[in-house]
């Protein structure tokens, strides 16, 4: 069971329907799972960044994808030549193969990180609306307490 701190509209993906209870987890219209409320990003609302890095490791995989390929198009056109030929192709084919692993490894760190700073931004941003939520609740149980709250931060410079 998820916590659902804050309501998050969500549209579906599949019908279009906008979904404002944060309790539903599929879609009343057509039944489709709403996945997207789960991620950091949606529930605490921030911006996606780096869509320029986004675009570099599209071509990365591409690029990783176009290796595996020429790499297959020796190996398989060097099938049917003498032992020497066909051994180089195999060779080639390897090395495409561990070029290409290589190069969707580093597009996956990549992803990692811009995900790991995602969550960091979407915690942070969480932690500011609860405290932003529990501050008036705090001042009007205890009319006293604002007398022994903190300093402001605009006020401690
Ligand atoms: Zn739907």
Known sequence: MSLHLFSTPVQCTRCGTVVDDPTVDKCP???????????????????TRYGSLRTLLAV???LGLMVLLLGALVFFSTLGDDGGSSLNG???????????VALFALA????????I???????????QRMLEQMEPQHTAADPLADEAAPVPPAAAH
């Open 60 to 62: 990365l995989r591409f």
């Open 117 to 127: 700073e995602e969550n960091t931004r979407s915690s942070f941003r969480m932690q």
């Open 108 to 115: 996956g760190i990549f992803v990692l990180m811009m995900d």
């Open 29 to 47: 219209t057509c039944g489709n799972l709403l996945k997207e409320r789960r991620a950091p990003r949606r529930l605490a609302g921030v911006e």
């Open 90 to 100: 195999a060779i080639v084919f390897v090395s495409s193969i561990v070029v290409a």
